[in-house]
């Protein structure tokens, strides 16, 4: 909001009265606040891409092949 509205912002001679530079300059912290959200949303994939890595080396085949006759036994 605030680099549009400086980039509105003209003179009584219709120049503007910030240049890009200052206008790219406030908004900086949104940029941080963004590139932080970013970095929170990413090392949230990455843990979720961990945990399903772990629950499927974690099924032994044993536990599978139990699963799997009581799955059997019990459409009967």
Do not use: C
């Not at 949104?30 to 080396?57: E, H, K, S």
């Amino acid at each position: 909001i605030a680099q549009g509205l400086m980039w509105r912002a003209v003179n009584e001679d219709g120049t503007l009265t910030y240049s890009f530079v200052e206008a790219l300059e406030a908004s900086h912290p949104g940029f941080v606040v963004r590139v932080i959200g970013g970095a929170i949303f990413f090392f949230g994939m990455l843990l979720m891409a961990y945990n399903t890595w772990q629950t499927v080396r974690a099924t032994k085949p044993a536990e599978l092949a139990a699963a799997e006759q009581f799955s059997l036994e019990g459409a009967h």
